[in-house]
C-alpha cells in the first residue's frame, strides 16, 4: 500500500481545461441518499471528455454497531454498500485521479481492521491512487515544463461541522501548515463553500516575496436533511455540486458551484 506522502503524479491533456468533481459524503446506504441526483451526475461526467473525479471519503454510510448511526438506519446492508458504490463507479473508473476514505469507511478499521474505501478502489484496480489519511496529487495539463502544475491537497476532514465558521478557521488553518499546495480540498462537514486565503511566498533566488493565493475547497453531501441530522439538531445545508477547473493555457484555477 501507498504511504501518504508518495506523490500521486497525473498528465492530462495540453491545453485543454481540466474539470475537476471532489466528490464526499454520498452516504450510500443512508434513506436520506440523493440516488437520483447521484445518477444524473455519473452520467455528466461521462459525457464530459475534460472531466474527472477525486474522491473524498464517506462515500457509504456504512452503518456498524458500535458508531454513532447504527446498521439498522441503512436501507441497504454495508457489504451491498461497498459492492454498489464500486458498480457505480466502473464506468468511471479511468477519470478518478486520486481516493481517501472518511470517518464513515473508518468505522469498520476500529471493529474488523476493514477499509471498505481500499476495497472499492481494489475492485476497479486503482488501489495505486488511494490514500489512507491524505493525498498529494500533482496535475499537469501537457508534459512540457512551461504547461500549468498544479498541487492538489486531498483529505476527508474532521471535527463536529456544526458551526462553519469553525469548519472555515480548521480548515484554513491546516493549509497554511502546507508548502506548496495550491488547493486543499475537504469534506466532511456536509457544507461546500469556497475560501481563498493568501500565503506569503519568499523566493530567495530572484530576492521577491509575493502573495499566492490557497483554495480552500470544501465539497457537498449527497443527503436530504432528516435523519441523523434532524435528530441532533444539525443545520440543513443546501447541496451545492462544484466544478474546479484548472485552467490549460495559464495557471489559475476557478470554482464554479
Not at 16 to 36: N, P, Y
Not at 160 to 174: H, K, L, M, Y
Request: charged letters at 25%; a negative charge.
Amino acid at each position: 500500500m501507498h504511504q501518504d506522502f508518495d506523490m500521486i503524479v497525473k498528465t492530462l491533456p495540453k491545453r485543454k481545461d481540466a474539470h475537476i468533481h471532489f466528490i464526499a459524503d454520498l452516504h450510500l446506504g443512508s434513506k436520506e441518499h440523493m440516488g437520483e441526483a447521484w445518477s444524473k451526475f455519473c452520467d455528466s461526467v461521462l459525457d464530459d471528455p475534460n472531466a474527472y473525479i477525486i474522491l473524498g471519503g464517506d462515500l457509504i454510510n456504512n452503518g456498524t454497531r458500535n458508531s454513532v448511526s447504527g446498521p439498522f438506519d441503512d436501507i441497504i446492508r454495508p457489504r451491498e454498500q461497498k459492492i454498489m458504490m464500486a458498480e457505480m463507479l466502473k464506468p468511471l473508473a479511468d477519470r478518478i485521479l486520486c481516493a481517501v476514505p472518511g470517518n464513515h469507511e473508518a468505522r469498520s478499521w476500529k471493529d474488523a481492521d476493514d477499509d471498505p474505501m481500499y476495497d472499492i478502489l481494489c475492485k476497479l484496480n486503482l488501489e495505486d491512487i488511494y490514500r489512507e489519511n491524505i493525498a498529494f496529487l500533482k496535475i499537469k495539463l501537457g508534459d512540457d515544463h512551461k504547461d500549468p502544475c498544479y498541487i492538489l491537497t486531498v483529505m476527508h476532514g474532521a471535527g463536529g461541522g456544526i458551526w462553519t465558521g469553525a469548519a472555515v478557521n480548521r480548515n484554513e488553518r491546516f493549509g497554511y501548515t502546507i508548502d506548496g499546495t495550491d488547493a486543499l480540498l475537504v469534506g466532511h462537514t456536509h457544507k461546500p463553500y469556497v475560501t481563498q486565503p493568501g500565503k506569503i511566498y519568499i523566493d530567495p533566488y530572484n530576492n521577491k516575496v509575493s502573495i499566492k493565493p490557497l483554495k480552500v475547497i470544501v465539497a457537498t453531501s449527497w443527503l436530504d436533511y432528516g435523519g441523523y441530522a434532524a435528530r441532533k439538531q444539525l443545520l440543513p445545508s443546501s447541496h451545492a455540486p462544484q466544478i474546479i477547473t484548472l485552467h490549460g493555457d495559464k495557471k489559475l484555477i476557478t470554482v464554479e458551484m
